[in-house]
């Protein structure tokens, strides 16, 4: 069964950083892209950066330069470093991956990003 919880969401200020995590079960992770998204209230699901099995990223225009994706197949892991973050980041953030063409998401981890 897969399974992808996250954490290292919290509150922090604007300007601030936070490195979120996302460690994955129950899948050959090396073989598999990993994504994170965001989801604010109401609000339609975004997504916000990926990285292929082979380590190559993409990041939504809104976070690129300010955020980075990474992975540590050794721990089944992906990781999201997140700085000079701005109120307009807070929502929950999820990560995702596909597996036998079905997606799986994590249960989300917040970010507040607040003075």
């Known amino acids: 069964q897969v399974q992808l919880v996250e954490s290292g969401g919290g509150l922090v200020q604007p300007g601030g950083s936070l490195r979120l995590s996302c460690a994955s079960s129950g899948i050959i992770f090396s073989r598999h892209a990993m994504r994170w998204y965001r989801q604010a209230p109401g609000k339609q699901r975004e997504w916000v950066a990926t990285i292929s099995s082979d380590g190559f990223t993409n990041y939504a225009s809104s976070v690129k330069g300010r955020f980075t994706i990474s992975r540590d197949n050794a721990k089944n892991t992906v990781y999201l470093q997140m700085t000079s973050l701005k109120p307009e980041d807070t929502t929950l953030y999820y990560c995702?991956?596909?597996?036998?063409?079905?997606?799986?998401w994590g249960q989300g981890t917040q970010v507040t990003v607040s003075s």
């Open positions: 995702n991956t596909v597996w036998n063409t079905r997606d799986y």
